[in-house]
């Protein structure tokens, strides 16, 4: 039998699509372990609102019959999730020190520069967040950058910086015309 939550949040802030592909992610698991499908759970509400605001953290709690505290620890400790709004794009620049010792460090310093922002912040226009990231496992490519927690950009100079920044604020081109 599925675990009484401790509370039930109000309002639902989930889609029912989100709800249902939260539910398939739970049915993976045994009833008494729906709990371990808390960071994909996360990941379907982030995508859907763009950060885990508390109300939302708390509806996923609900969801997985777990307290409120537990997901929101799970939700601070990854790097991939947001607790606070941030910008269409977020670039996450690895520092840590191998990177750093292949130029990382001047990376992050022109991408600061670029964009006019520090780490955790979030440009004027909304475009960009700047985030300072852990190793990403590709050490041998640094500099490395992560765009929206899924497109690893590596060998990153600032000529590829500036690239890389002028293709992610261009509109999305339009959809292809029938053939
Ligand atoms: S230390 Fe930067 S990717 Fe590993």
Known sequence: MRPVAAHEPSPKLLSADALARIE???????????QSAVMA???????????????????????LGMP???VYEVASFYAMYHLAPVGRHKLTVCTNLPCALSGATAAAAHLRRRLGIGFGETTADGEFTLKEGECLGACGDAPVLLVDN??????MSDDKVDALIDELKAPAP???ADR
């Not at 509400?45 to 763009?50: D, M, N, R, S, Y």
């Not at 899924?150 to 060998?155: A, I, K």
């Open 24 to 34: 398939r992610e739970a049915a993976k698991f045994p009833p008494e372990r729906r």
């Open 68 to 70: 409120a505290i537990a």
């Open 150 to 155: 899924h497109r690893m950009c590596s060998f």
């Open 41 to 63: 759970a996360l990941q379907i509400a982030q995508l859907e609102h763009g950060w885990l605001r508390k109300e939302l953290i708390e509806e996923v709690a609900a969801l």
């Open 174 to 176: 339009p959809a292809a």
